[in-house]
């Protein structure tokens, strides 16, 4: 085992003491990462669900309503009207739409019922969520009304009363309404009517938040390349064959060399979402044992992968080639350069075929949504199942020698 960790560690130092290894794996990360990022919107507010939002009454309540709405840690208000609206939520534009109508802030001081109209999308992921913060907080808007008319109605019995001691008068008057507050209060503040627009739309994670996972993956696996290609020169020039003369057994050897990709794509992981967090506002450190599963799941996935790639592949030639196809086409299948919450359901079942695909929505998840560990463990399952065949299969394959 000490022999296997040595290995490792003298592969990783190889490869990060190479120029160009630098380059691939950091400069050009980062490079794609920015220019993806400018490209789907920037920083911004990503963190947050986009509410369209059509004040059709435009009163009091309203108005505070779609302030409150708007200082919220879960939705991003955006105020449309008439077809704007309508086209806002056909283009899929926002995770749902509210529409308050006329009459709402008159309800709201009469204390009686409020209606408001949640405009869904059949498939969203973050209608209900958004759903959820306007029903929070339209209810709560409607208590503190009911609780000042309460109060006021408290003070003036309170005025009204010419005998008793003040304590007792207090206490008759809160006796007195309290039964009018838990009646208005029994039946449904607000109510909320649901109606479907348009096909799936919901919190897709946009700018930097999309690009830098989708970048991280697609250049973890690209820069196995290097690593790949001084397996294959040790194996021509007999090195491997030399290595075995030693104490070193051959399953130290395999572990080592695994384990040398391994600390190289978890370093490489440690470098990007660094500059990202710093740099680019996103958020990877919502919950670090969550993290910390997602990052050794994709280096194990991309430690065992191209292991495999360096024993089936005899020349740098076949294995430049074949790293680069299967880099892309994962990355673009896994959505890595696009979100699959954008593609159709064949597309995501397919995608959700590959682990990658697996490890992006843990990722995405953790800076989006504040996943925690319960949240990636079945992405974690998937991948670490993928990486053991990977890696069986990469043992059968390996040769000392061509």
Do not use: C
Not at 1 to 14: G, H
Not at 26 to 45: D, E, I, V, Y
Not at 355 to 373: E, K, M, Q, Y
């Amino acid at each position: 085992m000490k022999l296997a960790a040595i290995l490792a560690r003298k592969d990783l130092l190889e490869t990060l003491r190479d120029k160009l290894s630098f380059v691939f794996i950091l400069l050009m990360p980062l490079a794609f990462t920015l220019f993806f990022g400018l490209l789907f919107g920037g920083g911004g507010n990503t963190d947050k669900l986009p509410l369209a939002v059509w004040d059709a009454d435009g009163g009091a309540a309203a108005k505070q309503l779609v302030a409150d709405l708007d200082k919220s840690s879960v939705v991003h208000v955006v105020v449309k009207q008439g077809d704007e609206f309508e086209t806002w939520m056909a283009d899929e534009r926002a995770a749902a739409g509210l529409l308050v109508p006329k009459g709402y802030s008159a309800a709201v001081a009469s204390g009686e019922q409020a209606d408001l109209t949640i405009v869904s999308t059949q498939g969203s992921n973050g209608a209900a969520t958004a759903a959820s913060a306007v029903r929070s907080l339209a209810g709560e808007q409607v208590t503190v009304e009911l609780a000042s008319r309460a109060a006021a109605e408290a003070i003036w019995t309170t005025r009204s009363m010419r005998s008793g001691s003040q304590e007792t008068v207090v206490v008759q008057s809160a006796a007195e309404a309290r039964p009018v507050v838990a009646a208005a209060l029994a039946r449904p503040a607000v109510s909320t009517r649901v109606v479907e627009a348009g096909a799936a739309a919901g919190q897709t994670p946009s700018g930097f938040i999309l690009s830098s996972p989708g970048m991280l993956v697609n250049f973890i696996l690209f820069s196995l390349m290097t690593a790949g290609i001084a397996l294959i020169i040790e194996r021509q020039n007999g090195t491997l064959q030399r290595l075995m003369t030693t104490r070193l057994r051959r399953w130290e050897l395999i572990g080592g060399k695994a384990a040398g990709m391994f600390l190289l794509t978890f370093v490489q992981q440690i470098l990007l979402m660094g500059v990202a967090q710093l740099f680019f506002g996103v958020d990877y450190l919502r919950d670090p044992v969550a993290l910390f599963l997602m990052m050794v799941s994709l280096s194990l996935v991309a430690s065992t992968l191209g292991l495999l790639l360096a024993s089936v592949m005899k020349s740098e030639q076949a294995l430049i080639a074949t790293t680069v196809l299967v880099s892309m086409a994962v990355a673009a299948m896994s959505g890595a350069w696009f979100p699959l919450e954008i593609t159709g359901p064949t597309f995501q079942t397919v995608g959700h075929l590959l682990p990658t695909a697996w490890i992006l929505d843990g990722l995405r998840g953790i800076v989006v949504r504040g996943f925690d560990v319960s949240d990636v463990l079945p992405a974690f399952g998937v991948s670490v199942a993928w990486a053991a065949g990977f890696f069986v299969l990469a043992v059968w394959r390996f040769r000392l020698s061509d």
